[in-house]
């Protein structure tokens, strides 16, 4: 059986972590913050219902009790769309002062123990993504050639000196080196964190595997030795010494970043992926896909073709151009940045926001 699954990892007060990509002025541990999420994940088994009729839909989350969020029960709307809700604690936290950001990922790792003590028909297949995340066309593509091996991820095209979250690959080759007693003749690649699809066969390799390495991980830190900062540090070292590959395949999914202002790779091309993670948009498109399924349809949005469905997508999301109105308002933003760096007491009457 093929499975389907995102997940959301609450943060308690006192373990609040940094996520640049949500409103940074709200804490984690606030409701606020996490009902980004929630809105997030909603909106991903919506538009993956749409085109994933036979797959299990499935939610991890540290959550005992689901809220409601803008009028709205989560367990009534997760019934609805058929997704079964697993709840399972968060157990591999890293101590305060690991690292800043993204502390939660390793929720992940908890994920991975449920499946491998759960499920033990070892062909089964799980895709896990992160919860912004939309799908555009069936997953079939993604877990047929999954199939063939067991597993597939995609790796970050970064350059072997770019530090990402403390390490740059070249880094990482080090780090593999000493952990792996041995010299590596390439430099290593950095998978995408938000994306692993891989057989039950192959999670029981990777979480046994993490289970070795965590001990080793929180020893590094305590002695201030380099160690891997984040989950997909982590996921890319069990990955290599586990001989799985990256997938070449540019046809399924990719990281698009979408604003004009600060960064935008989006292309022709993409609106024929399988996938699209959506990190920039969680509280604009996202929150306004959420609007529109949610509360201005009788039918979360499943009512209308596939058609208007991708129209939808591509007009909110200003993938693959931006429209007309939209292009104004990052004008708009743009000038009043680069008039207020000029003129720091230039003042106008309400200050244009990205909002709406």
């Not at 530090?163 to 950095?190: A, C, D, F, H, W």
């Not at 989006?266 to 604009?284: G, Q, R, Y």
Request: net charge positive; with cysteine.
């Amino acid at each position: 059986m093929n499975h389907i699954c995102t997940w959301i990892c609450a943060d308690k007060v006192g373990e609040e972590g940094i996520f640049p990509q949500s409103n940074t002025r709200l804490k984690s541990s606030s409701k606020g913050h996490q009902n980004i999420y929630w809105r997030c994940l909603v909106v991903f088994y919506i538009t993956s219902r749409r085109f994933n009729k036979n797959e299990k839909h499935v939610l991890f989350t540290n959550v005992r009790q689901l809220p409601e969020v803008d009028g709205v029960r989560m367990s009534d709307i997760l019934k609805k769309l058929d997704v079964e809700v697993v709840c399972t604690d968060f157990k591999y936290k890293t101590p305060k002062g690991y690292f800043g950001t993204f502390q939660n990922q390793f929720y992940e790792f908890s994920i991975l123990e449920y499946i491998s003590q759960h499920n033990k028909c070892l062909d089964d297949q799980y895709l896990i993504v992160d919860s912004d995340c939309l799908f555009l066309k069936p997953a079939s593509e993604m877990f047929n050639e999954a199939a063939k091996t067991g597993f597939m991820s995609f790796e970050d095209e970064c350059t072997v000196d770019l530090v990402i979250n403390g390490l740059s690959r070249r880094n990482m080759k080090t780090l593999y080196e000493s952990l792996l007693s041995r010299t590596l003749n390439e430099i290593p690649g950095y998978h995408l964190g938000e994306f692993l699809l891989a057989s039950v066969r192959n999670i029981n390799k990777i979480f046994s595997d993490f289970q070795v390495l965590l001990p080793k991980m929180l020893e590094r830190n305590s002695k201030g030795l380099p160690k891997f900062n984040e989950e997909a540090h982590t996921l890319s070292f069990l990955y290599f010494k586990n001989d799985l590959k990256a997938s070449q395949n540019k046809t399924l999914m990719k990281r698009i970043w979408t604003n004009p202002l600060f960064y935008r790779n989006v292309s022709n091309a993409d609106i024929h992926l399988v996938l699209w993670h959506l990190p920039a948009e969680k509280t604009f498109g996202i929150a306004r896909l959420y609007e529109d399924f949610v509360h201005k349809s009788n039918h979360l949005g499943l009512e209308i073709s596939d058609e208007a469905y991708l129209e939808l997508l591509q007009k909110t999301l200003g993938i693959p151009s931006l429209p007309i109105k939209m292009k104004l308002k990052y004008y708009t933003i743009s000038c009043y940045r680069a008039i207020k760096k000029r003129w720091p007491s230039f003042k106008m009457t309400g200050k244009p926001t990205l909002a709406g």
